[in-house]
């Protein structure tokens, strides 16, 4: 089955700074790339996701890049704020997007201003 | 946007009492919905696949007759925890697909269960 690893674990970075976080998946049925952001005790929110189809996608400071033939996708936030703390989960779809999601261990980001 | 409202938010309960979360998708028909676990500071785990009208699909490793599993309807899929143990205790949240190759899933916002 699908299984989708997250790296780093934990992320320490200062305001301003750039963040990525990067995920590999195994699946290569696998079409659809979302990542959330979930912060303690809430539901996890989307931020950004990518189909197969498509190689880079962005939105604003956000941006996501995705590498098929590697099985590998990437999240990158620049110009980092203190909100931007919180956990980060990757994700990938098993098979077809609107299928079960399998998610990551998870990145916990700080920014520090 | 998709809205899945999920109830109780918060639910304590004795060791060996059966405990039922409801997710309802508010403003779409849901013919899949999927129930996931997360433990403090761990990731989602995929629980089960819960399909209107037919048997949940259920993942590896979880126990279909301890977490019981019915989506009787387009909007509507609950979860029983049967017999609850306080090693069940953990965060249950729901998601709900619009259907296939659309993406996107809509959580729940998520029923803290302890168990004393």
């Known amino acids: 089955g699908e299984n989708v690893e997250q790296h780093p674990s934990t992320l320490s970075v200062q305001e301003g700074d750039s963040a990525v976080i990067k995920c590999t998946y195994s699946?290569?049925?696998?079409?659809?790339f979302p990542w959330y952001k979930q912060e303690l005790g809430k539901r996890p929110q989307l931020i950004i996701d990518?189909?197969?189809?498509?190689g880079e996608k962005k939105d604003q400071r956000i941006a996501v890049t995705l590498n098929k033939t590697a099985k590998h996708f990437s999240l990158h936030i620049t110009e980092t704020q203190p909100e931007d703390s919180a956990v980060y989960f990757c994700?990938?779809?098993?098979?077809?997007?609107?299928?079960?999601?399998?998610f990551g261990k998870g990145t916990t980001l700080s920014v520090s201003s | 946007g998709a809205v899945v409202s999920q109830h109780p938010s918060r639910v304590i309960c004795k060791s060996g009492t059966s405990v039922k979360i409801e997710c309802r998708s508010l403003?779409?028909?849901?013919?899949?919905m999927f129930w996931y676990r997360q433990f403090p500071k761990k990731s989602l785990m995929l629980m089960a696949t819960?399909?209107?009208?037919?048997?949940?699909?259920?993942e590896q490793g979880v126990e279909k007759d301890k977490f019981l599993i019915n989506h009787a309807s387009l909007t509507l899929s609950t979860l029983t925890v049967t017999s609850a143990h306080p090693e069940d205790s953990s965060f249950y949240i729901c998601?709900?697909?619009?259907?296939?190759?659309?993406?996107?899933?809509?959580f729940g916002e998520g029923s803290r269960l302890t168990v004393l």
């Open positions: 990518i189909r197969s189809n498509v």
């Open positions: 994700a990938a779809s098993i098979g077809q997007a609107g299928t079960a999601l399998i």
């Open positions: 819960s399909n209107e009208g037919s048997k949940a699909t259920y």
């Open positions: 998601s709900a697909s619009r259907g296939a190759n659309t993406g996107e899933l809509f």
């Open positions: 403003d779409f028909q849901a013919t899949t």
């Open positions: 699946d290569s049925a696998s079409n659809y």
